[in-house]
């Protein structure tokens, strides 16, 4: 078969067995080829199982810029179920290519099992047969063929820019057409971007609601794609009405221009944020300008980041925002073009963009936020500026301002073996993480649904979903004093997602503490929205909506502006910044006055074997190994004791604050390396270090012990 004989150009590497976990399958990018040529073989069965289109993310988002990875991406746009990773990791580590083909054989037969009305018009004595190899043939023909010719599903392929990627895209196009699937090249893309591709392809209805701009659409036909080139010369801000018209397009169908929609794709993408962003922002009356910006400048990582936010930059600019790239990772960000090199780094200088640098190489929101200090090329951004900072592949963002100065004491990319990674001396920034974000974001949605109808407002759940990472004052912020629950699920995006993505809950907001995450909308709460949107501007006689009907409209732009399949950097920068002006923010200071962060410490420690390190109650609590977790319990209690010695209480917004409440710790196995995380909190930096100094100790110690 195709399959056996494709296979063979990609053997498995001996001694590497990878696992897929939250973050996909990650690893030195010369170890990948192989892996990756498999996900391209279950990503094609997966779309032929389904009916639908599904997506392979290559990217390695924070990693140095050596390794790689891939994502598999499902129909709707989310990231693989649980249920089968066990299933993809057995597929990539078959031993040879033709245990690959038994393994691929029995994985459509299960999948047959499970969606009878796939294999509805299969000939028995197919799946019956002892062939492996003709068996497979036949399963994939016979599903194919119950296709359309118009409507056969396909893989929609995307990368980052690391080196790396061509050759692993190449393997992973030969496992998707050695199935006989075909391969759709999305080219540079942001990890939040080929999710929402996907999802845009197979369900693009859901997109119709969209309020676009008139400004994005052909005159002759705005109802069916967006324009063809880029919306880099979006109208100026001088040319959008206010109020803006209303536009009613329908989304790109992929079935109509397969060839052509990753582009199509993209164009609605930047549509759909930049007209949610500039009627948040010109919210008012119809005289009314749009609120004050104030200039924001972006730490792209070195990474797809910068490529990707280039067409926002004209029509942002157009709403009042004023983007300053730095760290796009080529001094020409990465045209290869002689003409027009001069000219483009005339404009580029005067934007203030800076490039150069290596992906993830003391720049990006990984390295920010655990470093407490401006990225690279941030030299001479004045104090006070807003600041933020994407990962790699774009789908975390964090905020900052500058504060002072300090010096990172080790490299990142090498980190000491010894039992914590050594910092820096002093804190330089001001962070506003992925809990500061939540928060704002929360406050944001909260203040707006209790200015919905009562009777609408009487049977809403709104949560807001953490991991045990997140800081004690943000959650007690959340709690005390917007009046939202909060719930605590492990470390993982996709356990974050699942919780956030409940059936009986309305508003699902979520942000891990590294910046990814974003804000879930129940169907029928926009059906409820969309309602009373409509309903009161069509009964109204006046050209001003009544406060729900406002309130309503900004919870659907809120939507419309946020990624709902996945976390984006991009998006949540945007809506971020849009909050800030909606409140007349010119800065972060108020932002960062709405409550203090607790002091923490995250650290690691080398074992022998991470699994030693087992966890419970989110990851809050250790069951594994034996005496750990008493170990830990003393050190919080011992910690909290000394503090008391000196002062039992403290004041902290009007209350008498308990040190005991201040300190927690925990620990957790990383889900690739061998290595254990530890976060400690703390009424000071001092405490916070040297709890997690005592923890990191006991771990080593008891992990040594087991070995």
Not at 36 to 53: E, H, L, T, W
Not at 166 to 172: F, K, T
Not at 182 to 197: D, E, K, N, S, Y
Not at 476 to 497: M, S
Request: proline share 6%.
């Amino acid at each position: 078969s195709i399959l056996l004989k494709s296979a063979k150009a990609y053997p498995k590497m001996e001694n590497f067995t990878p696992s897929y976990g939250t973050a996909g399958f990650r690893a030195e990018a010369s170890l990948l080829p192989c892996t990756m040529y498999r996900c391209g073989v279950f990503a094609a069965i997966r779309s032929i199982v389904k009916k639908k289109n599904t997506g392979i993310m290559i990217t390695a988002s924070h990693n140095p810029i050596a390794d790689n990875g891939v994502k598999l991406i499902e129909p709707t746009g989310e990231n693989l179920p649980q249920d089968l990773e066990p299933i993809v990791t057995k597929l990539v580590n078959s031993h040879d290519e033709y245990e690959l083909v038994n393994m691929v054989n029995a994985i459509i037969m299960s999948m047959s099992v499970a969606d009878q009305q796939v294999h509805s018009n299969h000939n028995p004595s197919i799946q019956a047969s002892n062939d492996d190899e003709k068996s497979l043939s036949a399963e994939c023909s016979i599903l194919r063929a119950s296709n359309d010719i118009i409507t056969t599903p396909v893989v929609l392929l995307g990368h980052d820019t690391r080196p790396s990627a061509q050759m692993l895209v190449a393997a992973a196009r030969a496992g998707i057409e050695a199935v006989g699937v075909t391969a759709i090249q999305c080219g540079h893309v942001t990890t939040p971007q080929l999710h929402f591709l996907v999802s845009l392809s197979n369900f693009p209805e859901l997109y119709d609601h969209d309020r676009m701009d008139p400004d994005f659409f052909d005159n002759e036909d705005p109802s069916i794609h967006l324009k063809k080139r880029r919306i880099e010369s979006s109208v100026d801000a001088s040319a959008i009405p206010t109020p803006l018209p209303s536009v009613s397009p329908k989304a790109p169908r992929f079935a109509e221009r397969p060839a052509e929609f990753p582009s199509q794709g993209l164009n609605w993408y930047y549509g759909r944020v930049a007209s949610a962003y500039r009627r948040l922002v010109a919210v008012g009356s119809s005289s009314s300008p749009p609120s004050p910006s104030f200039p924001l400048f972006v730490d792209c990582a070195n990474g797809v980041g910068a490529r990707m936010l280039k067409p926002l930059l004209a029509p942002m600019e157009s709403a009042g925002l004023t983007l300053s790239l730095r760290n796009t990772g080529d001094e020409d960000g990465g045209e290869k073009e002689e003409r027009g090199k001069k000219e483009e780094r005339g404009k580029k200088e005067e934007r203030g963009e800076k490039g150069k640098g290596i992906l993830n190489y003391l720049v990006g929101a990984d390295f920010v936020q655990k470093e407490l200090i401006p990225p690279q090329n941030f030299e001479d951004v004045p104090a006070a500026s807003s600041c933020c900072s994407l990962d790699g592949d774009a789908d975390r963002i964090i905020f900052f301002q500058k504060v002072g100065e300090a010096s990172v004491s080790s490299s990142p990319l090498s980190p000491s073996p010894s039992t914590t990674q050594t910092l820096p001396r002093k804190r330089a920034i001001a962070l506003l993480d992925g809990d500061r974000i939540l928060v704002l974001l929360a406050s944001y949605i909260q203040e707006l649904l209790v200015q919905l109808p009562e009777e609408e407002m009487r049977s809403m759940d709104t949560v807001c979903v953490q991991t045990a990472y997140a800081n004690g004052a943000a959650t007690r912020f959340i709690e005390d004093t917007l009046k939202l629950r909060t719930q605590c699920v492990p470390t993982g995006v996709k356990h974050l997602h699942a919780a956030a993505h409940s059936e009986d809950t309305d508003i699902g907001a979520y942000f891990e503490a590294n910046g990814h995450g974003t804000v879930l909308f129940s169907e029928r709460l926009l059906a409820k929205l969309r309602k009373i949107a409509s309903s009161s501007s069509s009964s109204s006689s006046s050209s001003s909506a009544s406060p729900s009907a406002a309130a309503a409209e900004e919870l659907l732009l809120v939507y419309q502006l946020l990624n709902q399949i996945c976390g984006d950097g991009i998006s949540g920068a945007l809506l971020t910044h849009a909050i800030l002006r909606r409140r007349g923010w010119s800065s972060l200071d108020p932002w960062i006055q709405m409550y203090d962060d607790l002091p923490s410490r995250q650290s690691k420690v080398c074992v022998p074997d991470r699994r030693a390190v087992c966890t419970t109650d989110a990851e809050r609590r250790c069951t594994a190994p034996s005496g750990l977790q008493e170990r830990i319990d003393d050190l919080v209690e011992a910690a909290a004791a000394a503090a008391s010695e000196t002062e039992r209480e403290e004041k902290e917004e009007g209350k008498n604050i308990s040190h005991a409440k201040a300190f927690r710790a925990f620990v957790r196995p990383s889900g690739t390396e061998d290595i254990i995380r530890i976060y400690a909190e703390a009424n000071t930096q001092e405490s916070a270090d040297n709890l997690a100094k005592a923890v990191g100790r006991a771990v080593e110690e008891l992990c040594a012990k087991l070995s």
